[in-house]
């Protein structure tokens, strides 16, 4: 070891760093996340400053409208905007065994199919166990190549030897850097890689596809600088005893980030869902308190989803509030309208709360819905199997109005569905619609008094 060689440690969650070890970090929180790294020390030479690119205006820019490229994946290519955009660096992260690998695979084959020359770099999987994975995906073409590598120098040279128009990194954090004296995984290995594979994006026009490995908590393993890096993150969620999984994009520098993508897992790959409400609804029963229907916005698409509300009495001093696919604080809040507004005593009965399919819904247009199967668990009284509920409660027990009316309620009639409420306050922007019968209500007591 040199005597000028330095030592400090640095949290793998958040990247900060500190000149000893300790069990917690002190920028995050987290425990035992602290790697001791090397500071390579030097004086650096001074050199004279020189133009590397002389700036212009941006009015003479000349921009050619290219055409995105397609990847022959319909629900893929909507979350990304319409299709790849040449030169973009794409961070996909998501739990293990969720289909990440899969999917990016199944990307490349269609891209070989068009005729694009492809590689699939892969530091977790040896070439043999690629080709297996390959033909049980029927995931075959004479211009998709594969290569099992982790140094970070030989990627690069490969890619620089032989003209590719698409890359996969298979994971980001099996790559290292031989001059970096850290492990592969570790905050400068990554951030190392990222920006290595970002000049490479930039420079060459290669779309460029990077996995990444997910945290305890659900983050992307490594720095947030990553996330920051890259032209566009895609998580891929959904539980793993589901065989649903949706892509959603939560940054996109080239499109809208609220679209998602729907795929059904099965032994051949990744299948997609062209119409995820016929999928969601396929096994609601007939007659079932507690079960009712809400249309909500996913990007420009509505899609027709099942909340199921049980309110049962509690064999504990304090009662259960379990909720699936939504948010806690809001289910929690209209416990309690309901309990000021409608006097229903749920405050010493277990509550579960839960979205058919393994969907999460975060927009408050579902209120509505959520309200009426807790009530109609409650009451023990089911709701009309061709009902669907649409609205935002507000504390004072009013309903609402909610974005993207007429979208929902079409979605409804298509799915064989004849009656909806809607709040009063969107009854005037509606047009009618053929076999839909539309209810309008101004209060939650209203809703209540239609339902039961």
């Known amino acids: 070891m040199k005597k000028k060689d330095k030592f400090t440690f640095r949290c793998q969650s958040c990247g900060g760093q500190t000149p000893k070890w300790m ?30 690119s002389e700036p212009v205006s941006i009015d003479s820019v000349a921009v050619e409208e290219t055409d995105r490229i397609k990847t022959g994946i319909a629900e ?14 794409i961070l996909i992260g998501g739990d293990p065994g969720i289909g990440k690998s899969t999917l990016m695979l199944q990307v490349l084959s269609k891209l070989s199919d068009a005729g694009k020359k492809c590689l699939y770099v892969s530091g977790e999987e040896s ?38 128009d698409a890359l996969v990194i298979d994971s980001i954090q ?15 290995q990554i951030r190392e890689a990222a920006m290595q594979f970002m000049k490479l994006s930039k420079s060459t026009g290669i779309p460029v596809f990077l996995v990444g490995h997910v945290t305890k908590v659900g983050a992307i393993a490594g720095p947030r600088i990553m996330e920051h890096m890259v032209d566009t993150v ?17 940054k996109n520098r080239f499109g809208p980030t609220n679209e998602i993508g729907v795929f059904e897992m099965n032994e051949k790959g990744l299948t997609q869902v062209p119409n995820p409400s016929a999928v969601f609804l396929s096994e609601r029963s007939a007659i079932a308190p507690g079960s ?6 996913e990007g420009s698409r509505p899609i027709l989803v099942e909340i199921q509300g049980l309110v049962s009495s509690s064999g504990f ?14 289910v929690a809040l209209l416990v309690a309208v309901m309990e000021k507004r409608l006097g229903m005593n749920l ?22 819905a959520i309200a009426a199967a807790l009530a109609s668990s409650f009451l023990d009284k089911p709701v009309e199997k061709n009902t669907t509920l649409i609205g935002e409660i507000g504390l004072t027990g009013e309903i609402r109005a909610v974005g993207h009316i007429q979208a929902r309620i079409k979605e409804a009639s298509k799915m064989g569905f004849t009656k909806c409420l809607v709040p009063s306050s969107t009854i005037k922007q509606l047009s009618k619609i053929k076999g839909m019968t539309i209810e309008s209500i101004s209060f939650l007591k209203d809703a209540m008094e239609v339902l039961f």
């Open 23 to 52: 069990g917690k970090c002190p920028e995050c929180g987290a425990w035992d996340t602290l790697v001791e790294e090397r500071i390579i020390s030097g004086v650096l030479k001074k050199r004279k400053s020189s133009f590397v």
């Open 76 to 89: 893929f290519d909507r979350v990304l905007g319409g299709g790849l955009v040449d030169g973009s660096l």
């Open 127 to 164: 070439i043999r166990q690629l080709s297996m994975r390959g033909k049980r995906l029927n995931s075959k073409g004479s211009s998709l190549f594969v290569v099992s590598e982790t140094d970070l120098d030989s990627i690069l040279a490969m890619v620089e030897h032989s003209k590719y």
């Open 174 to 188: 099996t790559v290292f850097h031989p001059d970096v004296s850290s492990t592969p995984g570790s905050v400068t």
């Open 234 to 250: 895609l998580y891929f969620e959904g539980d793993k005893n589901h065989v649903f999984r949706i892509l959603r994009a939560v």
């Open 292 to 297: 009712v229907v809400t249309s909500c916005m």
């Open 317 to 330: 001093g304090t009662p259960r509030r379990t909720v699936l696919g939504l948010d806690n604080n809001r």
């Open 347 to 368: 405050s010493g009965l277990d509550i579960f709360m839960n979205v058919a399919g393994g969907v999460k819904i975060v927009e408050p247009a579902a209120d509505l």
